[in-house]
T-cell receptor, first 115, second 112 residues
Framework: DVKVTQSSRYLVKRTGEKVFLECVQD?????MFWYRQDPGLGLRLIYF???????EKGDIPEGYSVSREKKERFSLILESASTNQTSMYLC??????????????FGPGTRLTVL | DQQVKQNSPSLSVQEGRISILNCDYT??????FLWYKKYPAEGPTFLIS?????DKNEDGRFTVFLNKSAKHLSLHIVPSQPGDSAVYFC???????????FGTGTRLTIIP
């Protein structure tokens, strides 16, 4: 079965800390995404990557960066965490063809709290 | 600019009745639409989708209807079950674009 895993389910960090969120998929998908989910705002795209070492800004990239050194792994980095980055972070992957094309597969999410 | 809108933040339905969740979009270039279901503390899971060349797609208790002229889609769940209680997101994409644009979600509560 398809699987997207995220490094932590819950994370508590302090303002100003550097935060790494990691995502791994086992489906050999080219495309990977980072979203954040906030009440009343739905899922908003932060960054996505369509290939190794390739990245594109989503709708809300400010305060974030990403890294994709290997096809299966996509990392989200908060360079200096702030309280307004407290949120649920969701990783997704998507294949460009084949079985279940068009469907993004999501990880379980990381609930990040910045104090 | 919210290109995909779910105007009802919440909906309560009696068990066994029909649940109807609505979604409106503004971008006429969207050609594929998806519904995702999300339980608390879990990632969204794909539910059902529809291409713009169709106006209806059915999968068991779930049916999605697309009205392109009105830029409106709806998800029907019949009969509604307690396990259907979740947040439902609609999403849309352009042909050849890997990005999905999500709505703000509707929290569905099924009352036993």
């Amino acid at each position: 079965d398809v699987k997207v895993t995220q490094s932590s389910r819950y994370l508590v960090k302090r303002t100003g800390e550097k935060v790494f969120l990691e995502c791994v998929q086992d489906m050999d998908h080219e495309n990977m995404f980072w979203y954040r989910q906030d009440p009343g705002l739905g899922l908003r795209l932060i960054y996505f990557s369509y290939d190794v070492k390739m990245k594109e800004k989503g709708d809300i990239p400010e305060g974030y960066s990403v890294s994709r050194e290997k096809k299966e792994r996509f990392s989200l980095i908060l360079e200096s965490a702030s309280t307004n980055q407290t949120s649920m972070y969701l990783c997704a992957s998507f294949g460009s063809g084949g079985f279940r094309y068009n469907e993004q597969f999501f990880g379980p999410g990381t609930r990040l709290t910045v104090l | 600019d919210q290109q995909v809108k779910q105007n009802s933040p919440s909906l309560s339905v009696q068990e066994g009745r029909i649940s109807i969740l609505n979604c409106d979009y503004t971008n006429s270039m969207f050609d594929y639409f998806l519904w995702y279901k999300k339980y608390p503390a879990e990632g969204p899971t794909f539910l059902i989708s529809i291409s713009s060349i169709k106006d209806k797609n059915e999968d068991g208790r779930f049916t999605v209807f697309l009205n392109k002229s009105a830029k409106h889609l709806s998800l029907h769940i019949v009969p509604s079950q307690p396990g259907d209680s979740a947040v439902y997101f609609c999403a849309a994409r352009n042909f050849g674009n890997e990005k999905l644009t999500f709505g703000t979600g509707t929290r569905l509560t099924i009352i036993p």
